[in-house]
């Protein structure tokens, strides 16, 4: 384990979990990396340098039933006081276009108690009416947070229905463009918006998604998302692996808290080096499980497979070393109960990503009518899940499935399954539980 002390933000450290013995012929190394930060500023003192911008869906279904407008208005005022004082910030009235609500004029305002009650005034003109073209909040919000001299670029979105005013290609070129430039956590309120359309803007631009099927609990969310964007202090935090001459890295996913695929993120730093994007860091820890494909060798030989480090880079500005660093190592043994065990770690988390992929194949063969297929995935997510102890997961599964059997994954489709039921069990998915170390 390596850790490092930013000056004034929290301490990194990388530790590597792994069985690094390989049989004669081995060639694949796995190993979870988990990278955590602690300390830093306290709780309670003053804003980093951050920017903030919420965009609110306004299209006509906001007003049905109309009560969830005015818990959209209601929660957006309980994200404005969660604020911290310097917080640079901004409104955005999302309908088929998009509209500065305030401080307007194409700038933010910056956070104290006179801008946040100038802010929930504003707050109460907003009114539905009109379509829904996510692409068109996202660009404007970059354009506002662009202009912020800060280092933490944020965005909080909230939709209510399917992004139906562009095409799903436009909206592809917006996530393409705004990824790098803010982190983004999306809500759908409600149950007539698009899974994959939320989990995505969230996925491309390095956020959190999640349902709110009642509008009521809006606010608490709300509030929850801005106490965590107050926490953060380190932006565009990055995973740099470096593998030798030989060696071919297979995969980079995040597996907890939730499982997101990194491969094909991968920008080039240097000789046989790649950065892979974490986004902003607060007080936390993330688990990372890393494949390495490495050459043959022979018994007793052993070799460096990877070096992980952690690096901050900003669009324009000097790459900082953070210091902390983990190795993975390759050893090949005869000794067979040596290079036959399985980490607990990656073998914890090797389920939890299976167990995601299997939600996802169940829902969408339940969707597409095949009730046989969608019963054998979600029989062994049900499975998935017991082994793991992921016990909201498979709560969530109890609701679509009758568990039969937990341990042979035996179930049977539910014959009526409510849709923010379906919703839940899909947005969260990805979610994981950690192993005991």
């Known amino acids: 384990m390596a850790n490092f002390a930013r000056p004034g933000g929290p301490r990194f450290s990388v530790d590597v979990y792994q069985n690094e013995y390989l049989p004669e012929g081995g060639r694949e190394v796995n190993a979870i990396v988990t990278v955590t930060a602690k300390g830093g500023r306290a709780p309670a003192g003053p804003a980093a340098s951050a920017a903030v911008v919420l965009m609110v869906d306004c299209s006509g279904s906001m007003d049905y039933p109309p009560t969830k407008m005015r818990n959209a208005r209601d929660a957006t005022a309980a994200a404005i006081d969660t604020l911290r004082d310097g917080t640079h910030f901004g409104i955005v009235d999302g309908t088929?276009?998009?509209r500065e609500v305030y401080p307007g004029g194409g700038r933010l305002a910056v956070a104290d108690p006179t801008t946040r009650a100038q802010a929930k005034q504003a707050l109460r003109r907003l009114s539905a009416g009109g379509g829904t073209a996510i692409g068109t909040w996202l660009r404007l919000a970059d354009r506002l947070l662009a202009g912020?001299?800060?280092?933490?670029?944020?965005g909080i979105l909230l939709t209510d229905?399917?992004?139906?005013?562009?095409?799903?290609?436009?909206?592809?070129?917006?996530l393409d463009a705004c990824a790098g430039r803010f982190t983004c956590d999306a809500r759908g309120v409600g149950t007539d918006w698009e899974v994959k359309e939320v989990t995505g803007i969230a996925s491309a631009l390095l956020g959190t998604a999640d349902i709110v099927a009642d509008p009521a609990r809006l606010t608490e969310d709300f509030t929850r998302i801005m106490e965590s964007t107050m926490g953060k202090e380190v932006a565009d935090v990055a995973l740099r692996v470096w593998?030798?001459?030989?060696?071919?890295?297979?995969?980079?996913?995040?597996?907890?808290?939730?499982?997101?695929?990194?491969?094909e993120r991968r920008t080039e730093a240097g000789p046989r080096a790649g950065d892979y994007p974490t986004g902003s860091w607060g007080d936390e820890s993330r688990d990372y499980h890393l494949c390495v494909e490495v050459p043959a060798a022979g018994l007793g030989q052993e070799m460096l497979a990877a070096r992980v480090s952690l690096v901050a880079a900003q669009p324009d500005r000097e790459v900082?070393?953070?210091?902390?660093?983990g190795l993975v190592r390759a050893v090949w043994t005869d000794d067979m109960a040596a290079s036959t065990s399985l980490n607990s770690q990656v073998a914890h988390y090797t389920g939890q990503a299976e167990l995601a992929q299997a939600i996802q194949e169940g829902l969408d063969l339940r969707k597409a009518g095949d009730m046989d297929g969608a019963t054998a995935k979600l029989g062994r997510a049900v499975q998935l899940a017991g082994v793991s102890g992921n016990a909201d997961t498979a709560k969530l599964?109890?609701?679509v499935v009758d568990v039969v059997d937990a341990p042979t994954?035996?179930?049977?489709?539910?014959?009526?399954?409510a849709e923010a039921d379906e919703m839940t069990l899909e947005t969260r998915s990805t979610k994981t539980v950690r192993v005991k170390k």
Do not use: C, M, W, Y
């Not at 912020?148 to 944020?154: F, N």
């Not at 229905?161 to 917006?174: P, Q, Y």
């Not at 593998?243 to 491969?263: C, D, R, S, Y």
């Open 320 to 325: 900082q070393n953070l210091g902390a660093q």
């Open 96 to 98: 088929h276009v998009a």
């Open 148 to 154: 912020a001299d800060v280092s933490i670029r944020h």
């Open 243 to 263: 593998t030798p001459v030989g060696a071919h890295l297979k995969f980079v996913k995040q597996v907890a808290p939730t499982v997101e695929e990194l491969t």
């Open 161 to 174: 229905g399917r992004n139906e005013h562009e095409s799903a290609a436009e909206l592809k070129d917006t």
């Open 409 to 417: 994954g035996t179930v049977r489709l539910k014959a009526k399954v």
């Open 397 to 399: 599964l109890a609701k």
